[in-house]
């Protein structure tokens, strides 16, 4: 539960955008989020309220520091009543599925609701316990308003090794 929170606590802002070349278009299937980190956005965050400018982390790796850097913007506050939904599979085992209040998870990062629009900087440092075990994790965290409008969603995948 508590690496599901670590890893969680790195998925809040967002934006992508479509191009165009030459007059046709360019077919970007990149859902990468922008900076050193191995997240990745579930579809185009083109209407997200939440627009990540960049997420660097540090190693990840059991045992180590896990250093968060994440910048992004708030197209609108979030109040109270904004949840998300969270998913952490080991392999194919699912861990964790729930829905939970966002604002409290926002505890996890030292921020809290309401989230004031415009530009948001999160910087964390956490320990990640010597005994997580080897594996491929995967998270999922899909954010909502209160009245159910896209937040964001993000999923990473990470290979702990021993």
Same mark, same amino acid.
């Given at each position: ?48 309220? !939440? ?34 939904? !969270? ?76």
């Amino acid at each position: 539960m508590k690496l599901a929170t670590y890893l969680i606590t790195i998925a809040f802002p967002s934006l992508a955008a479509a191009g165009f070349f030459g007059g046709q278009t360019v077919i970007d299937d990149d859902l990468s989020v922008p900076g050193k980190n191995p997240l990745s956005y579930c579809q185009k965050p083109v209407d997200d309220i !939440i627009e990540i400018d960049h997420v660097d982390l540090s190693e990840i790796a059991a045992g180590k520091t896990l250093t968060i850097e994440a910048v992004g913007n708030f197209t609108e506050e979030v109040v109270e009543g904004a949840y998300i939904f !969270i998913t952490v599979k080991y392999g194919l085992i699912t861990l964790l599925h729930t829905k939970e209040d966002f604002c409290d998870q926002l505890k996890n990062i030292d921020k809290e609701c309401p989230v004031k629009k415009g530009k948001t900087v999160v910087t964390k440092d956490v320990e990640l316990p010597k005994q997580i075990p080897p594996g491929k994790y995967t998270v999922l965290a899909d954010a909502y308003t209160a009245d159910d409008r896209k937040l964001t969603c993000l999923t990473a995948s990470v290979q702990f090794k021993r």
